[in-house]
């Protein structure tokens, strides 16, 4: 009798592990799983800014930091041939040369800063082949050996508030001037937010009135090298003009197209406004004014050295 107990409660003992064993017992519950963030959205770009590639590993958030109260010079100069066709030929115009200073100075808006470029000198110098002396150019530019242009930039080198004051300059030669007013406008370069790293590119797409000629220009920059807070680029430019009605030097004149490609090898001090800059450009455009028809060319080079 004993042992036919013993046997029954053997069997009672194992009956668990049975049931276990076939599946039959109810399953533990599992351990919680962890939260998963949600991915953080992409960085929102400014208006007409794309990024195509964010280039390789480490990337950075390539910003400017210009102390406030710092200071540098600079000198610029621009060389210029033209092909007038029918209507003069090949012709090779005096060098431009402009030297300046910049000034950094606190800004109220939220991480930017302030700046003031002050023109010390321009004039155009004679060189070999010149059509023209320079003497006959500088005659015409009075009143704007001290213009002085004015900003505001934010971390990204994005530009707002920009104003140039030529007021002792005569009304045409201001309206000679306004393809410079681009030009100063667009010394410095704008990064995207998003962070990049070396064979980064990005693209800015911007609408320009240059001498009362609109036109859509669009600038791509690739990251070559970055080093400490010292950026090298390569930016190709695209001007595209579409068919309009113009007014040059008093003179109306029928715009049927205009295209400009452009070169350039830029260094970026992210501590300081201007970096070393050369540019090679090629513009093409055809016109008609005065019942006659004109295809021009011109190639530039322009070269910028801060100090």
């Given at each position: 009798?004993?042992?036919?107990?013993?046997?029954?409660?053997?069997?009672?003992?194992?009956?668990?592990?049975?049931?276990?064993?076939?599946?039959?017992?109810?399953?533990?519950?599992?351990?919680?799983?962890?939260?998963?963030?949600?991915?953080?959205?992409?960085?929102?770009?400014?208006?007409?800014?794309?990024?195509?590639?964010?280039?390789?590993?480490?990337?950075?958030?390539?910003?400017?930091?210009?102390?406030?109260?710092?200071?540098?010079?600079?000198?610029?100069?621009?060389?210029?041939?033209?092909?007038?066709?029918?209507?003069?030929?090949?012709?090779?115009?005096?060098?431009?040369?402009?030297?300046?200073?910049?000034?950094?100075?606190?800004?109220?808006?939220?991480?930017?800063?302030?700046?003031?470029?002050?023109?010390?000198?321009?004039?155009?110098?004679?060189?070999?082949?010149?059509?023209?002396?320079?003497?006959?150019?500088?005659?015409?530019?009075?009143?704007?050996?001290?213009?002085?242009?004015?900003?505001?930039?934010?971390?990204?080198?994005?530009?707002?508030?920009?104003?140039?004051?030529?007021?002792?300059?005569?009304?045409?030669?201001?309206?000679?001037?306004?393809?410079?007013?681009?030009?100063?406008?667009?010394?410095?370069?704008?990064?995207?937010?998003?962070?990049?790293?070396?064979?980064?590119?990005?693209?800015?797409?911007?609408?320009i009135d240059q001498n009362g000629m609109k036109a859509k220009q669009t600038a791509t920059f690739e990251v070559v090298s970055i080093t400490g807070t010292s950026v090298v680029l390569h930016n190709h430019v695209v001007l595209d003009a579409p068919s309009q009605t113009i007014v040059a030097n008093g003179v109306q004149a029928e715009l049927r197209s205009m295209k400009a490609t452009g070169?350039?090898?830029?260094?970026?001090?992210?501590?300081?406004?201007?970096?070393?800059?050369?540019?090679?450009?090629?513009?093409?455009?055809?016109?008609?004014?005065?019942?006659?028809?004109?295809?021009?060319?011109?190639?530039?080079?322009?070269?910028?050295?801060?100090?």
């Open positions: 009798m004993f042992a036919k107990h013993r046997r029954r409660l053997s069997r009672l003992a194992i009956l668990p592990l049975t049931i276990a064993a076939c599946g039959h017992a109810p399953p533990a519950a599992p351990p919680p799983r962890p939260a998963i963030a949600a991915p953080a959205p992409p960085p929102q770009e400014a208006p007409g800014v794309t990024v195509l590639d964010a280039g390789v590993e480490p990337r950075t958030r390539l910003t400017y930091a210009i102390p406030v109260g710092s200071a540098q010079s600079f000198e610029m100069t621009v060389d210029m041939r033209m092909d007038m066709g029918s209507m003069g030929g090949v012709m090779t115009l005096p060098r431009l040369a402009m030297t300046g200073d910049v000034a950094i100075a606190a800004s109220p808006a939220p991480a930017s800063v302030a700046y003031t470029l002050t023109t010390r000198r321009l004039e155009f110098i004679d060189r070999p082949g010149a059509a023209m002396p320079a003497s006959a150019i500088n005659a015409k530019l009075g009143g704007v050996q001290h213009m002085v242009a004015t900003g505001t930039l934010a971390p990204t080198g994005k530009v707002s508030n920009f104003a140039i004051d030529a007021h002792e300059a005569s009304a045409d030669v201001v309206q000679s001037l306004s393809g410079l007013r681009q030009s100063y406008d667009q010394m410095v370069t704008q990064f995207p937010v998003a962070p990049l790293g070396v064979g980064g590119r990005w693209q800015i797409v911007a609408d070169d350039a090898a830029v260094t970026v001090d992210r501590t300081r406004l201007l970096g070393p800059t050369t540019l090679t450009m090629h513009l093409v455009e055809e016109l008609e004014a005065m019942g006659q028809s004109l295809t021009m060319a011109m190639d530039m080079d322009m070269a910028m050295s801060p100090k």
